[in-house]
């Protein structure tokens, strides 16, 4: 939950109409948030893809939540 919270707040902090390029400190550290939130999601899906199994019934794509994380993470 607390990667979900620090998520929301870097993308509350995000700029893009003055983050055309990414050169000040803020931009740098809010990139590098990004690219950590990004992998801790990306872990914890194939943690759970290794545990349930990747399809059927009781596997990880079988249950809707996991689907949209599933779609989420590939998207990002």
Sequence with gaps: ???I???CVT???????????CDDTRCIILHGLDHFIF???ALEMLVKMLA???T???GYLGETWNRLDFFIVIAG
């Excluded at 993308?11 to 390029?21: A, E, F, K, R």
């Design 1 to 3: 939950m607390a990667i």
């Design 5 to 7: 919270l620090l998520n």
């Design 11 to 21: 993308l509350g902090m995000y700029q893009p109409c003055n983050d055309d390029v």
């Design 39 to 41: 992998a801790f999601f």
């Design 52 to 54: 349930m199994g990747v």
């Design 56 to 58: 059927g019934k009781l």
